[in-house]
């Protein structure tokens, strides 16, 4: 019979991308595994037709910590070879199994979320987060932009924005998007490109300004299909421009350029991962804050320009 190994990972998108490179370390480290994942509804799509898993279980968060007791009635039957936990709950600890790594706060060194992760499952490089389309991804992302790119004035470059945080204070006006948009439709660097912006159902307010400025060249992928198909409208894009949020780091995890912007949060730790990634934040000493309403046009379209000056290759 083959390993059992049980991933218990997190239920944003955004940390569960960081930890993403933790399944192909499994499969190193248990060789044949099948691999069960258990992680917030949202991102479970990431894992579907990721290596070596044979299920998800979405975690809907219920009062009194009803969701771990469904899944430890979900576990309880399997001999696990191996349980991964990082959100560091007892659960690892009630379930049979012949080893555990478990996070704890004692990990929390300093180190970027991604070297953290790594250390913990004991790896001894970086583990690259990785995003794990699938054709019915690319088909559900080209069936949303594909018309939308024949409808406008030519193919162009695709620029994709995420004018969407979940967090108080992560976002960056919607009204400045808008004027982002404006800015870079002057640029000659920017001649013929689309401007896309991707984000959930209840997104629609913050990229509203962005795509009404945008007119004709604008590409709508704002609650259009479920995080693994925002992804591949993503990897459609030349460059990523986003508030610090899940997307940013799907973006980055795909390789595409990505410029994520920061307020009142620790952009050297949580910043996007990989070298072709940046970032602009209110206050750019580390350690120091600001508001990101500090953030001004003038400042993310000089790191825009940047960011397409670095990487782009048209």
């Given at each position: ?21 933790v399944i ?66 007892a659960l ?28 913990l499952m ?193």
């Amino acid at each position: 019979m083959a390993p059992q190994v049980l991933f218990v990972t997190s239920n944003r998108i955004g940390d569960c991308v960081i930890s993403s490179g933790v399944i192909r370390e499994i499969a190193r480290r248990v060789p044949g595994a099948q691999i069960t994942v258990a992680c917030g509804r949202p991102p479970a799509p990431f894992f579907r037709s990721a290596p070596g898993v044979v299920r998800v279980i979405p975690l809907d968060k219920r009062k009194l910590a009803g969701h771990w007791l469904d899944l430890w009635r979900e576990a309880r039957n399997t001999r696990w070879e191996l349980v991964v936990d990082i959100r560091g709950s007892a659960l690892a600890w009630l379930l049979p199994a012949r080893r555990r790594v478990v996070y704890s706060r004692r990990w929390e060194t300093g180190q970027r979320k991604v070297e953290m992760v790594s250390a913990l499952m004991g790896a001894t490089t970086p583990l690259d987060p990785e995003i794990f389309l699938d054709d019915r991804a690319r088909a559900e992302a080209a069936a949303v932009i594909d018309p939308q790119l024949a409808a406008g004035p030519g193919p162009g470059p695709i620029l994709a924005l995420a004018p969407i945080a979940h967090q108080p204070g992560k976002s960056w006006p919607a009204d400045r998007w808008g004027e982002l948009v404006a800015r870079l439709q002057a640029e000659p660097r920017f001649a013929g490109w689309r401007f896309m912006p991707v984000g959930g159902p209840g997104d629609r307010p913050p990229a509203t300004p962005a795509l009404e400025t945008a007119g004709a060249q604008g590409i709508d992928f704002v609650g259009k299909g479920d995080i693994l198909a925002s992804a591949a409208a993503i990897d459609r894009a030349a460059l990523f421009v986003g508030n610090d949020s899940g997307l940013m780091h799907v973006a980055a995890a795909l390789g595409r350029p990505t410029l994520g912007l920061f307020g009142p949060t620790e952009w050297w730790l949580y910043g996007p991962w990989g070298p072709r990634t940046d970032t602009v934040a209110s206050n750019e000493t580390r350690g120091r804050f600001a508001p990101i309403d500090d953030l001004t046009v003038d400042h993310v379209r000089a790191a825009v320009l940047r960011l397409h000056d670095r990487h782009f290759r048209g």
